[in-house]
């Protein structure tokens, strides 16, 4: 804890900048984390074998309870937009589909998008810190007695180090979060475009079949 505190306070007033980036970066990863893992998601194979039983077995009303149980996850959302509109023409199963599939896109990918400019940030202020302690450096060295320019050089050059340092350090895991957050949102959405489109046809085969039913029985 020692040699952490001294290398914080070594690196000047640049460090409370970069801190503060760490710490937001850090609350949006945990909340992305718990939203994407806990909130939205669910085995989605298994969820769509049951549904589709049940739409095959002409049981709608069981399927959009079912939906029902995880009201938060996208998916279920996704499906009971659809099953409650089974009984609509194709079009407004379709339309009820794309507003649903806005809606859950907007709420797995908020946020996430902010990390690699957190990154940034966070290099940018080390940057920074760096390159305003060698002018400090420079500009002390040059009006120092000569005995003092060898220390005041060194000083400068580890407030400016150490800043640069400490802003790779927040920025690297970071990205690192970013991509990890990125691929895990990525799988989502394609489990919810798939099953969407897959549910969509079959609301829409079963609305035939049962036109086709209708007519027979009129004629």
Known sequence: MGKLAEF?????????????V???????????????????????TSFMAQIQKLV?????????KLCNVTPTAVLPRVLKAALTRANKGEVEISNALEIAQTEALR?????TAILPTMANLATLCGLLGTIVALIEAFT????APPD?????LTEALAIGLNATAFGLLVAIPT?????????TTKKLIDDMDVYALKIHHLLV???????????????
């Open 8 to 20: 914080y306070s070594q690196g000047g007033i640049w460090m409370h900048p970069i801190s503060a």
């Open 22 to 44: 760490s710490i937001a970066a850090f609350s949006i990863a945990i909340e992305r984390i718990i939203a994407l893992y806990f909130r939205y998601n669910i085995n989605s």
């Open 56 to 64: 095959m077995a002409n049981n709608i009303d069981r399927a959009i």
């Open 107 to 111: 709420d797995l990918t908020k946020r």
């Open 140 to 143: 002390a060295v040059a009006a």
């Open 148 to 152: 003092m320019k060898s220390q005041l």
């Open 175 to 183: 990205l690192a979060m970013y991509i990890f957050l990125n691929a």
């Open 205 to 219: 085969a079963r609305g035939k079949t049962q036109g086709q039913g209708m007519a027979g029985v009129v004629d």
